[in-house]
């Protein structure tokens, strides 16, 4: 049964704030504000007793950088920031104006401008702005670029430590573009307590999700002094332009989600920023409890957290076994954002941050989840212990969908259908399978487990209330990723798979190359892999695997173009034996070009644009990179340099060195 997370305390801090004016309407919201206060502490003096939260914890890391290509309307012909839904712009380290013909990218401390040309060709560096921040990416908004600074190095190597949020800030800056695309020097800037857990643009609107820890003092280790606690220790604050201005989020306009499994002292502070605005106002809204993924379309925000413990190995969270997950709906306003209610899912989203978002979307007013069962990931090798047969198809599926619908008075998530279900029992993913690729397109959703084949599944949603499986597909290996390809196709990037014969009981399987996979879902109950390339040996890896942001695509009349980065591993090793495990040496990275033949429904690979060997000589690179296709110009952001090269050609690389 779906459990209703609005608790007394949430009701009551969510109480209007707006008055008329008179002094019994001002007493009124003084006494509301003083009761919500004093809510948060209690929760909070509570949550910091219950847990042992250790001194922050700092170390050095690197993670790859964190499905509809957004389609420039402007003069130029450009493709721009790979997107999960049309409309909602998301943070990226590249982006595309063709109203002033200019590249705006992350460089070293600050922001580069580049110029083209009418044909694409980049011809020079206009403009190195140094504004000494570590600019996680950017946005474009009409006549204004904005940049976002985090100071944290990655937020997910210390998602269990608490404290570790409580040192950290997001930065804001707003630049002016000038009539030549330049950016004007001077600027203004706001400063938030809290690390930046994900944004998203929305016509005008910048929203951000921040994550906060309380300002705290230790008795001793492991020990808070909770008894002098006030509310500015515990709400975040922020700053404009060097000056402090107080807190960012007012007490009346907080969540508490009480029915959590166990408590926890986080603040996650939800900004909405009027980009319109030249003084950069903004509204806030807080939600004190966990959330690790967002999800946006273009009329609300979706937070999701566990809602039970789960424990950190080698890396990775390990899920114990009937986890769930909360969500929580909060719809774009007039000024910000507003709560909309909470529901919940079994299972959870997966490791992977990045594609967490993916397993969400809207569409006409209900949310769709897919879920997923297994307790822990699989590592290289791809095994998993076989459990005994249950008999049961609904507690043997490791993946489930559920669709959730706002009930009549907006507080709560009410679950409207789920699939598996006791009418259509068949399970999604065989057992022990793992849920890796999962894209909405419309009504239909497309998922992808794997073990040692790769199933693809296509979800009927068209009836939100009685979801069934449409169609499936076996082939080798698997996809990370499924994005669509004009009307009827799919593009799978991922890895191919040999299974291990020696694997007995385990079942297991090898990845070998990157795997380029073509799918055609015209008839949905029965797609078909119409193409396929594999790329390199064991050991090949691309930034496209990690990072929806490392594909791009551009479609024209007939065809679609999409490139993505590999790193090709080749080289024979002396080790060698033969066996599906040998692990090949780095032999070279390059952009890979490829048109989808529409009508034909081929794959061609039109060349690549190899970055020279004296620039390549460590393939282990984390810098992101990206890509923009601009008329028949593709250029490659990698590392210091644009790396350029007309679309037909197969070698002529010319090289912009941004320093």
Same mark, same amino acid.
């Given at each position: ?16 704030? !707006? ?161 030549? !695309? ?321 694997? !007995? ?101 039109? !060349? ?52």
């Amino acid at each position: 049964m779906l459990r209703l997370f609005i608790s007394v305390s949430m009701t009551l801090l969510l109480t209007s704030c !707006g008055g008329s004016g008179s002094s019994s309407s001002e007493d009124d919201t003084q006494k509301k504000k003083q009761q919500a206060e004093e809510q948060i502490l209690d929760y909070m003096k509570g949550a910091l007793s219950e847990n042992a939260y250790s001194y922050p914890q700092y170390g050095i890391f690197d993670i790859p950088g964190v499905v509809t290509a957004e389609v420039d309307s402007s003069a130029a012909r450009a493709s721009s920031t790979n997107l999960q839904e049309q409309g909602v712009d998301e943070l990226d380290s590249l982006k595309v104006s063709t109203e002033n013909s200019v590249l705006y990218s992350v460089y070293k401390n600050g922001i580069q401008v580049t110029g083209f040309d009418a044909d694409g060709s980049l011809t020079e560096k206009k403009q190195n702005l140094d504004i000494e921040a570590n600019l996680k990416g950017l946005y474009l908004a009409d006549n204004k670029l904005v940049a976002i600074d985090d100071a944290s190095l990655s937020i997910w190597d210390h998602w269990f430590e608490p404290t570790y949020f409580g040192s950290q800030k997001t930065d804001v800056r707003v630049l002016q573009i000038t009539n030549d !695309g330049t950016l004007n020097p001077d600027y203004e800037y706001l400063s938030f307590e809290g690390a930046l857990i994900s944004s998203r643009k929305v016509d005008q609107r910048l929203y951000l999700v921040l994550r906060h820890f309380p300002s705290v003092t230790y008795k001793q280790e492991g020990v808070i002094d909770t008894e002098e606690l006030t509310i500015e220790d515990v709400l975040p604050s922020y700053s404009k332009n060097n000056l402090d201005q107080g807190l960012s989020v007012e007490a009346i306009n907080c969540v508490i989600n009480e029915e959590t499994a166990h408590q926890q002292a986080n603040v996650l502070n939800i900004v909405s920023i009027d980009l319109s605005s030249d003084n950069l106002d903004f509204d806030s809204q807080c939600y004190v409890g966990d959330a690790e993924a967002l999800y946006a379309s273009t009329q609300a925000i979706y937070l999701a957290s566990t809602s039970h413990n789960y424990g950190y190995e080698n890396g990775r969270p390990v899920y114990d076994s009937g986890i769930s997950t909360d969500i929580h709906k909060f719809s774009f306003a007039d000024n910000g954002v507003t709560y909309q209610g909470s529901g919940q899912v079994k299972g959870h989203l997966g490791w992977d941050s990045n594609r967490k978002s993916f397993r969400m979307s809207e569409h006409q007013g209900d949310l769709r989840v897919i879920s997923f069962d297994e307790d822990r990931p699989w590592l290289d090798f791809a095994i998993a212990e076989t459990t005994a047969e249950t008999g049961n198809p609904l507690e043997t599926s490791p993946v489930r969908l559920t669709v959730l619908r706002p009930n009549t008075d907006a507080t709560a998530l009410e679950e409207v259908a789920t699939l598996p279900n006791e009418q259509r029992p068949a399970p999604i993913g065989k057992e022990n399978e793992q849920l890796y690729a999962s894209q909405f397109i419309g009504d239909k959703a497309y998922l992808v487990t794997f073990r040692v084949i790769d199933p693809l599944y296509v979800l009927n949603i068209e009836n939100p209330t009685d979801p069934f499986i449409e169609g499936e597909l076996e082939i080798d290996g698997y996809s990370d990723y499924l994005f669509p390809v004009g009307n009827d196709l799919l593009i799978g990037i991922g890895k191919d798979a040999v299974a291990d014969e020696n694997s !007995g009981e385990w079942g297991g399987a090898w990845y070998q190359g990157v795997k380029l996979s073509l799918v055609d879902v015209s008839d949905p109950t029965n797609p078909t892999e119409v193409d396929r390339v594999t790329i390199g040996k064991r050991g090949t890896s691309s930034q496209a695997l990690y990072s929806h942001h490392a594909y791009n695509q551009m479609a024209l009349d007939g065809l679609t173009r999409f490139t993505l980065p590999i790193e090709v591993h080749n080289e024979v090793q002396q080790y060698h034996s033969g066996s599906p495990s040998d692990w090949f040496g780095y032999s070279f990275t390059a952009l890979f070009k490829y048109e989808v033949d529409l009508q034909q429904k081929t794959l061609n690979q039109v !060349g690549l644009v190899e970055v020279p060997e004296k620039d390549s000589q460590n393939y282990y690179h984390y810098l992101p990179q990206r890509s923009r296709m601009i008329e028949d110009q593709v250029h490659f952001l990698y590392e210091e340099n644009f790396y350029s090269q007309d679309w037909q050609a197969e070698q002529d690389v010319s090289v912009l060195n941004r320093n």
